[in-house]
Nanobody, 116 residues
Framework: QVQLVESGGGLVQPGGSLRLSCTTSAIISRFNTMAWYRQAPGKERELVAEVDSGGVTDYVESVKGRFTISRDNAKNTVFLEMNSLKPEDTAVYYC??????????WGEGTLVTVSS
């Protein structure tokens, strides 16, 4: 089995920054796609950012220019750098990986709270 473990969530003031980390128990090259999702209470889980095996990234419109997804292949880790945080960014953030065999894996989530 593959495990994804997120870290880095917490409380931050509006305009602040936070970096989330997701460490995989498998070598990251086994994943076709790594992604970050988020879910706020009462709302659907949404795709925030993704990076494919070729390094191509994509972002939901609301975070473009503020968030950056990246990978450190040597550490089998994917990051989400979040800048200029807004209260509406408050959510549980989940790491997602899609293996090349088509099986998706999810982390347990890390809570990000943006509040003054």
């Amino acid at each position: 089995q593959v495990q994804l473990v997120e870290s880095g969530g917490g409380l931050v003031q509006p305009g602040g920054s936070l970096r989330l980390s997701c460490t995989t128990s498998a070598i990251i090259s086994r994943f076709n796609t790594m992604a970050w999702y988020r879910q706020a209470p009462g709302k659907e889980r949404e795709l925030v950012a993704e990076v494919d095996s070729g390094g191509v990234t994509d972002y939901v419109e609301s975070v473009k220019g503020r968030f950056t997804i990246s990978r450190d292949n040597a550490k089998n880790t994917v990051f989400l750098e979040m800048n200029s945080l807004k209260p509406e960014d408050t959510a549980v953030y989940y790491c997602n990986g899609l293996l090349k065999n088509g099986v998706p894996y999810w982390g347990e989530g890390t809570l990000v709270t943006v509040s003054s």
